[in-house]
């Protein structure tokens, strides 16, 4: 992800961010048939999984003025203070043509319905993203929380299917740090094939991730490597050569592959990847890595 400037909100504030339904499309065409870009951006084996909401978290509670100034300016849609905003992972990469916000309910924990403002892909709008969805508006209080997103309409999957009645697990706050949501391997684009790697892994987290923030730089750096493991089906553990997919206020991360390892799935130490508003991963990370194609 090269193209949008990152929002940092104070703490408290802060989301992951994810082509606005309120409206304005900063993604790629919404074709189902789009093309695969360098690497294979889209799965060719996507119509063998099911569709699924894989996470949904809270990143925004009853925003402030300017909290609400900053998140409008990330969603392109007009905010107000009181909205909350909420980053929500899928298995299948979203049609943006039929990104609604009228065909998403945020169910709370007494059972209301509310419906977003603001639906959209940015910032993970690049051609191998478009799965992470960030929604915004008055999604609930603090009386009566957001439990669970629901495609109450057909928002449609790249693959031409609806998402439809398609429900999240329980809606994670933000207090609890994020998770990993998934790990897909690649082939190496120009930064890890100049690194000497064939292969890289990307990771998507639940919300947006840097370093700590009390760093004066909390863009992930080589100090930061030995922290990601690469791991094996033998077991054996190799530490990624280096990063890709920096500073662009997104949910992505993209490891580097040492040569002639084959990784079958990820973990990250605890205390390593720290939200937009400075909460860390409590404990280790890990997912399986899937292909791509």
Do not use: W
Not at 81 to 93: E, F, L, N
Not at 151 to 176: E, H, K, Q, W
Not at 255 to 274: E, M
Request: charged fraction near 20%.
């Amino acid at each position: 992800m090269k193209m949008m400037k990152r929002l940092v909100l104070p703490v408290a504030a802060a989301v992951v961010l994810t082509t606005a339904s309120c409206s304005k499309d900063e993604s790629p065409s919404g074709s189902t048939d789009a093309p695969a870009a360098d690497g294979g951006s889209q799965d060719a084996s996507a119509a063998a999984r099911p569709l699924a909401i894989l996470s949904a978290y809270l990143g925004i509670v009853d925003a402030n003025a300017l909290q609400a100034v900053r998140l409008s300016d990330v969603t392109g849609c007009p905010q107000v203070a009181g909205d909350d905003a909420m980053p929500v992972v899928v298995s299948i990469p979203i049609d943006t043509a039929s990104l609604a916000t009228d065909r998403i309910t945020v169910r709370t924990v007494s059972g209301a319905s509310r419906t977003p403002t603001c639906a959209t892909l940015a910032p993970a709008n690049e051609p191998d993203e478009l799965r992470t969805l960030l929604i915004a508006g008055p999604l609930g209080s603090a009386d009566d929380p957001p439990k669970e997103v629901v495609f109450s309409g057909d928002v449609l999957a790249l693959d031409g299917r609806s998402y439809r009645g398609v429900v999240s697990p329980s809606i994670t706050r933000v207090d609890a740090g994020v998770g990993l949501a998934y790990a897909i391997v690649d082939k190496a684009g120009p930064l890890c094939a100049g690194k000497g790697s064939s292969t890289e892994v990307q990771l998507a987290f639940q919300g947006g991730v840097t370093k700590n923030k009390d760093n004066a730089n909390d863009e992930f750096d080589a100090a930061a490597l030995p922290a990601f493991h690469l791991v094996d089906a033998a077991g054996a553990d190799k530490t990624p050569l280096a990063f890709d997919d920096l500073d662009d206020g997104d949910n992505y991360l993209v490891l580097c592959v040492p040569a002639g390892h084959a990784p079958t799935r990820v973990t990250v130490d605890a205390k390593t990847v720290f939200d937009p508003t400075n909460n860390p991963n409590t404990s280790p990370l890990e997912a399986s890595i899937e292909p791509r194609n």
